[in-house]
Each structure stands twice: as C-alpha cells, then as structure tokens.
C-alpha cells in the first residue's frame, strides 16, 4: 500500500508556500486557471505561509518534515520533501 503523501514546495505568483498532504497529483486534474483548479490549490495550500525564497520554504518544510518523524518513528513520508516543477497563481479571492 503506497502512503501517497510528502511535503511539497510550491512557487506562485507572490512567493513559495509548502505544504503536507496526501495525492498532490490531483492539482493537475482540472484545468490551470479554472475556478475548480483554482479550489484545487487553495484546498492543498491554504493559507500556508508565504516565503520570499525557495531555500526558506525548503528549510522550514524540511524542518516539518523532520519534526514529524520525530514525533512518530513508524511514520512513512513516501515523497518525502519536493519542489514542484511549475510556477502557479494564487487565488486569494478564494481564502476566506
């Protein structure tokens, strides 16, 4: 059974955000720039905070990452940390 999970980093429009969740695969599902993908990312990333740099999110999803197996040694974080490979747009008019 694959746990489908890991810590994902994330640049859009106004800086980097991470975030831990399960199935981030389904960000591609609906169409960019559809109000259904723009729910999309707004489900994954929320209000995670916002970075100005990669290497900022990156430590601190690294942080998280480490932080979580402390907490529970059987744990599995099948992704571990990663980078996803596309510039996206935050949709804040949908964070309430």
Known sequence: MSADNG???AEFDDGWRWTYAFAI???EYY????EEYNKEIIKYF???KLY???EDAFSDAVDAYNNLL?????MVVEYG????NKKMRYPHHLVK
């Open 81 to 84: 940390v990663c980078i996803l």
């Open 7 to 9: 810590f994902y980093i």
């Open 31 to 34: 169409k960019e720039g559809t």
């Open 52 to 54: 100005h740099t990669k």
């Open 70 to 74: 402390k907490k529970d040694k059987f």
């Open 46 to 48: 929320g209000r995670s």
């Open 25 to 27: 695969e389904n960000l």
